[in-house]
């Protein structure tokens, strides 16, 4: 009897905290609305009217000025392309410097750290918005922001990545007295590789839509369009923009994962 009175206990206090925490989520949320000054009934009664405006003004998109869309679409993807492939090998080296298995230096890998985390926690679309004052409006400064905001990504996903490894697989190399070349090159490299193009892979796929926003702030690429047509009330034109995006961003994640499923 004590011991099914005891499961029975447990068992209430387990549904009171489940409770609690449900309740406390809903007064966050609740505090957040009221904080915030959200009307979610005002808010739901707009529907209908933007429903109607998006119906009336973008519908049928005007697909006529697709050539001279072309040029923007590869500039995009190639932003994608070139900031995942800078940023890939420059996280690399960061993320041997961060890892404990690979870096003995304490301070280093602090320093990098911090480093790494002030550029990580940086969205792209304000270091977009910082370089264009420094360089301009132009793809240099959507290229710049791209690789500065992935490095931070790719640095610190490889570390975790280098630290799983190495606390595993290379214990034997180390017993045996090998280098650290020989370690990193026979030992890391290899096991490391899978994780590299998985986590590569996922930037370059983060990377098209962050390169198609980054002319939002004039940096170049399809987003410049998308916000010149909407400016100029060219909502037809501006709408078969955004198809072209959502069907590139559609096509990058299919042949994403399935170069994924080649890697496992």
Avoid: C
């Avoid at 998985?198 to 939002?216: P, Y």
């Amino acid at each position: 009897m004590e011991k099914s009175s005891h499961k029975v206990v447990l068992t209430d206090q387990r549904k009171f905290s489940a409770i609690m925490k449900y309740v406390s989520i809903l007064a966050v949320v609740i505090f957040a609305f009221a904080y915030l000054r959200v009307n979610v009934i005002e808010a739901l009664l707009a529907f209908p009217s933007f429903l109607h405006f998006f119906l009336t003004n973008f519908l049928p998109a005007n697909f006529s000025q697709l050539p001279t869309y072309v040029p923007l679409i590869i500039e995009t993807i190639l932003f994608a392309v070139v900031g995942t492939y800078f940023s890939a090998i420059l996280a690399f080296v960061f993320g041997l410097l961060m890892s404990e298995q690979t870096n003995p230096f304490r301070w280093v890998r602090i320093a990098v750290r911090v480093f790494i985390s002030f550029l990580r926690n940086i969205p792209v679309l304000v270091w977009a918005s910082l370089l264009v004052y420094i360089f301009g409006i132009g793809n240099m400064v959507g290229l710049l922001a791209l690789i500065i905001a992935t490095l931070g990504f790719l640095a610190r996903s490889y570390a975790d990545s280098i630290d799983e490894i190495a606390g595993s697989k290379l214990e034997a190399l180390r017993a045996s007295g090998a280098s650290y070349a020989q370690i990193l090159f026979h030992g890391l490299i290899p096991e490391f590789i899978p994780s590299w193009i998985n986590w590569t892979l996922f930037s370059f796929e983060i990377n098209i839509r962050a390169s198609s926003i980054l002319g939002m702030v004039g940096a170049g690429g399809i987003g410049i369009m998308i916000q010149t047509n909407i400016r100029l009330f060219k909502y037809h034109e501006a709408l078969s923009l955004i198809i072209i995006l959502v069907l590139m961003v559609l096509a990058t994640e299919f042949v994403v994962n399935r170069l994924r499923r080649f890697v496992r």
